[in-house]
Structures are given as C-alpha cells and as structure tokens.
C-alpha cells in the first residue's frame, strides 16, 4: 500500500510565506503526478485542486494561486513541495496531497493524504 504524510501546516499572517511537504511511501514503482487541492472551512464547500505536478515537470496551478504558489518535487525522495507565499485569508483551509502511483502490483492507484491545517490571519 502507498501512504502520503503531509506536513507544514499551521497559522500564518496574511502576506506571508508557508511551505508544504508531502512524501509518498510504501510500494511504489512509479509515480505519475502528484498535487495539492485544498478544502476551505465549512461542510458546504468542496475540494479544489491547487497545483499538480507531472512526472516530466509540467505543471498546473489553479488561477486564483497562479504567481503566489510554487509546486515542485524532488524524485529521490518522493517528495513533493508547495511554496505558497503572499498568503491571503481565502487561502485558509486544510490542504491535502494527492498522488497518482503506479504500485507493485502494477496497478495505478490514486491517493490521499490526511491533510494538513493551512489558516491565514488577516
């Protein structure tokens, strides 16, 4: 099975800088994309994709993050990145990693992590 620990979360003053970590563990082959999407506060509102990364470097960013994100991995490790920078208070939520991993049973699966609490003091 493939685990996704997130880590890096926590309060920040709007204007500010925070990064994210994620690094992908257990029985990976290979790993296709990874990203991170974000749910703001309340039941009502839904998981948005924020940046992903593909396995050849292109990249994606929502337009609302697009100047202020930046997304990035090292391969090595497994480990993908978000440098979020000019944090605004619509930025709060808990943000989530996600992999798209093809495991040793050859099999493409997509997975989660747990996520991790982003809040943005205005």
């Known amino acids: 099975q493939v685990q996704l620990t997130e880590s890096g979360g926590g309060l920040v003053q709007a204007g500010g800088s925070l990064t994210l970590s994620c690094a992908a563990s257990g029985s990976i082959v290979s790993i296709n994309s990874m990203g991170w999407y974000r749910q703001a506060p309340g039941k009502q509102r839904q998981r948005e994709m924020v940046a992903t990364i593909k396995r050849g470097g292109k990249i994606d960013y929502a337009d609302s993050v697009k100047a202020r994100f930046t997304i990035s991995k090292e391969d090595d490790k497994n480990t993908v990145f978000l440098r979020m920078t000019m944090l605004k208070s619509e930025d709060t939520g808990v943000y989530y990693c996600?992999?798209?991993?093809?495991?040793?049973?050859?099999?493409?699966?997509?997975?989660w992590g747990h996520g991790t609490h982003v809040t943005v003091s205005s």
């Open positions: 996600n992999a798209a991993v093809l495991d040793s049973r050859e099999m493409t699966g997509d997975y």
